[in-house]
């Protein structure tokens, strides 16, 4: 049973490009989150998509959005890439159902963003 | 809005000894909580999730307990070994509209010496 992947593994962009990272969520579950953690930090949250939608974001701008495909993979895209986007952005994946396992959530390996 | 603070930040022990990771939350209205690993450079591990109608879960060496009223979560190693050496951060996801997103700590990085 395959996990949660991710790719590409690492990214090296310049400030001001555009960027897309994708996401494979483990077999079986339905919603996907995109968090990034910068170094030495805890992950922040991006968003969550569940049913093809956006059902929560945190507090990114706009230039960070996103797709869920019908087959639950997702891509997260950042425009206009600056310095400060640089960090591991990770995908999440967790089954939205009442009941015990309920949103426990399953990480990818990250890709690492590098913007110079 | 939901803070998770964790303490200690960093912990240097040798081989052996039983630890203790902390962590708090400020929101007790939760849905669950789960301890992660991260080893450098990677993805996250989860390790145990407890629901907030329970007390405590066990995996291994692993002990996680939960006490909601306060707002707190432990996370106890048993006889610790080199290889625990990553940082542990713990998350929660509070019930209401924001449930399945997570809120996380920084971590406490361990290192664990033979």
């Known amino acids: 049973d395959a996990g949660v992947t991710q790719s590409p593994t690492h990214l090296i962009k310049t400030r001001g490009q555009q960027v897309t990272l994708r996401c494979s969520p483990k077999s079986g579950h339905d919603t996907v989150s995109w968090y990034q953690q910068a170094l030495g930090q805890g992950p922040q949250f991006i968003f969550q998509y569940y049913e093809e939608e956006e059902r929560q974001r945190g507090n990114f701008p706009d230039r960070f959005s996103g797709h869920q495909f019908p087959n639950y993979s997702s891509e997260l895209n950042v425009n206009a890439l600056l310095l400060g986007d640089s960090a591991l952005y990770l995908c999440?994946?967790?089954?939205?159902?009442?009941?015990?396992?309920?949103?426990?959530?399953?990480f990818g390996p990250g890709t690492r963003l590098t913007v110079t | 809005k939901q803070e998770v603070t964790q303490i200690p930040a960093a912990l240097s022990v040798p081989e052996g000894e039983n630890l203790v990771l902390n962590c708090s939350f400020t929101d007790s209205a939760i849905y669950n909580l789960q301890w992660f690993r991260q080893d450098p450079g990677k993805g996250l591990t989860s390790l145990l999730l407890?629901?907030?109608?329970?007390r405590e879960q066990t995996s291994g060496r692993l002990n996680a307990s939960l006490d909601k009223s306060s707002g707190r979560s432990t996370l106890y190693i048993a006889a610790s070994q080199p290889g625990d050496s990553a940082t542990y951060l713990c998350a929660v996801s509070n019930r209401g509209s924001t449930l399945g997103r997570l809120y996380f700590g920084r971590g406490t990085q361990l290192t664990v010496w033979p």
């Open positions: 407890i629901q907030s109608s329970q």
């Open positions: 999440a994946s967790s089954l939205a159902l009442a009941g015990g396992s309920a949103h426990e959530q399953y």
